[in-house]
T-cell receptor, first 110, second 117 residues
Framework: QKEVEQNSGPLSVPEGAIASLNCTYSDRVSQSFFWYRQYSGKSPELIMSIYSNGDKEDGRFTAQLNKASQYVSLLIRDSQPSDSATYLCAVSGSARQLTFGSGTQLTVLP | GAVVSQHPSWVICKSGTSVKIECRSLDFQATTMFWYRQFPKQSLMLMATSNEGSKATYEQGVEKDKFLINHASLTLSTLTVTSAHPEDSSFYIC?????????????FGSGTQLSVL
């Protein structure tokens, strides 16, 4: 079982819609959770971080964390074509190192 | 946010040569630096963790004699790919943390695309 799992996609949504990205993790003692956006050929860019159960909103982005279900998600409201990228879920676990999921490729169609 | 500078951004080399990649933290002291490798359409895989002034800790399966990491100062870490082969062609990314533990946000360099002919 992979430590951090994501649906690889591709996920396509129309412009203006809500994009929902999901991630599950295996290490129950994980404490920190991050969403990164990566454009092709570029390094990852931090979008959101979340540390406690519930929702965290930042502009068009909302991160949701459920530690009991070992599940973290990212919602992107009013999706724009510029949001088209690969979204990486990352988890800081008991080894205190960041483990990345394989990424979900998102395409926002104009 | 904090800036991490990585160069070169891309390099093409012949098989058997060595390539050095530099990673600098420009506006903070990086007590810990991480080196990742990413193959096409795959996620970032941690290669090694280095703390300033001490030997790097390599992940399982990463050859420490092939991937030499030096973290001689709080602002500079280097990765040298020795005797590079085509299978070493990949996107190498460094990241840096100003905290002793990597629990907080990491700041990434811009990455180095290595192509070995």
């Amino acid at each position: 079982q992979k430590e951090v799992e994501q649906n690889s996609g591709p996920l396509s949504v129309p412009e203006g819609a809500i994009a929902s990205l999901n991630c599950t993790y295996s290490d129950r003692v994980s404490q920190s959770f991050f969403w990164y956006r990566q454009y092709s050929g570029k390094s990852p860019e931090l979008i959101m971080s979340i540390y406690s159960n519930g929702d965290k909103e930042d502009g068009r982005f909302t991160a949701q964390l459920n530690k009991a279900s070992q599940y973290v998600s990212l919602l992107i409201r009013d999706s724009q074509p510029s949001d088209s990228a690969t979204y990486l879920c990352a988890v800081s676990g008991s080894a205190r190192q960041l483990t990345f999921g394989s990424g979900t490729q998102l395409t926002v169609l104009p | 946010g904090a800036v991490v500078s990585q160069h070169p951004s891309w390099v093409i080399c012949k098989s058997g040569t060595s390539v050095k990649i530099e990673c600098r933290s420009l506006d903070f002291q990086a007590t810990t630096m991480f080196w990742y490798r990413q193959f096409p359409k795959q996620s970032l895989m941690l290669m090694a963790t280095s703390n300033e002034g001490s030997k790097a800790t390599y992940e399982q399966g990463v050859e420490k004699d092939k991937f030499l990491i030096n973290h001689a100062s709080l602002t500079l870490s280097t990765l040298t790919v020795t005797s590079a082969h085509p299978e070493d062609s990949s996107f190498y990314i460094c990241s840096a943390s100003s905290r002793p533990s990597p629990n907080e946000k990491l700041f990434f360099g811009s990455g180095t695309q290595l192509s070995v002919l």
